[in-house]
């Protein structure tokens, strides 16, 4: 099912099928699978676990290949990761012996930058995800959502012009997973990065997503495509939003049973 309109592409995804081996079986993550992306778009992908929806985002960003069909990003072939794609993900591998900004600059500084120049460019990015006066602190004293924060900084200082999240709030208590994203639209806001958001939450989806698309239960095709196009800032409790939630919940509590029926679980970390 790709998704055509006039608009350039930044992100296409070509009838894509995954193949993985496991303890000497088969196994199909995705399957057919199609998904284009408009620069500077904010899109959401959700899904059962076991979906492959973590195995779409490293095809994406080049940690993977596809068994067969293309990954494209601005219509060149994904062959490998790239500057043009960064990665946040759920686990933040932040390094515990390098400060905020030491970690918000490491990025910058792999690339060839001076270390003091890099750390002069990473200022921005302290501000710009509000941790002015923890420059100079290690991770081992910031709170959940801080460590995010500074995880998002590091892949934004590199600039890339694709942001690829796999859930990168799911291990945040509910508030601070909140005001996770509401920080998160305010930064797409103003850099306006093209966006892939992996997400369990359909609460999540609907309010951060310009488009959600929903997988069906392994091997991963998409079910559907729900267009939110609802103005930002978005209340939870607006009979507009609850909508889109319902049309999104309507695609995916099927497929969610159908990993209930066969007694499917999540294969690993990759394929969720």
């Not at 792999?110 to 990473?122: C, F, N, S, T, V």
């Not at 729900?226 to 607006?238: E, F, G, T």
Request: net charge negative; hydrophobic share 40%.
């Amino acid at each position: 099912m790709m998704r055509c309109d006039e608009q350039s592409t930044g992100i296409e995804v070509r009838g894509v099928r995954k193949e993985f081996s496991v303890d000497g079986r088969l196994v199909v993550a995705l399957d057919g699978l199609d998904l284009a992306v408009r620069p500077n778009e904010f899109t959401v992908v959700v899904g059962p676990s076991g979906c492959g929806k973590t195995t779409l985002l490293y095809l994406v960003a080049g940690f993977d290949s596809p068994t067969s069909g293309r990954v494209l990003a601005y219509s060149s072939d994904v062959t490998g990761p790239g500057r043009d794609r960064g990665v946040v993900f759920q686990d933040l591998a932040l390094f515990p012996w390098r400060t905020v900004l030491g970690n918000i600059a490491f990025g910058l500084e792999m690339q060839g930058l001076a270390r003091e120049r890099a750390r002069e460019a990473a200022r921005q990015y302290v501000d710009l995800v509000g941790l002015q006066g923890f420059e100079n602190a290690y991770p081992n004293t910031l709170s959940g959502g801080m460590k995010q924060r500074v995880a998002l900084a590091r892949t934004l200082a590199c600039e890339p012009d694709v942001l690829l999240m796999d859930e990168p709030f799911g291990a945040l208590d509910v508030q601070t997973r909140h005001l996770m994203q509401e920080e998160l639209v305010h930064i797409w806001e103003a850099k306006r990065k093209t966006v892939i958001f992996v997400t369990h939450s359909v609460s999540e989806a609907v309010y951060l997503g310009d488009t959600v698309y929903v997988l069906t239960a392994r091997p991963g095709r998409v079910k559907g495509i729900v267009d939110v196009n609802l103005p930002r800032p978005r209340d939870a409790r607006d009979d507009r939003v609850l909508d889109k939630r319902g049309e999104v919940m309507a695609l995916l509590e099927s497929e969610v049973r159908k990993t209930f029926a066969f007694g499917d679980v999540e294969r690993d970390s990759q394929d969720s």
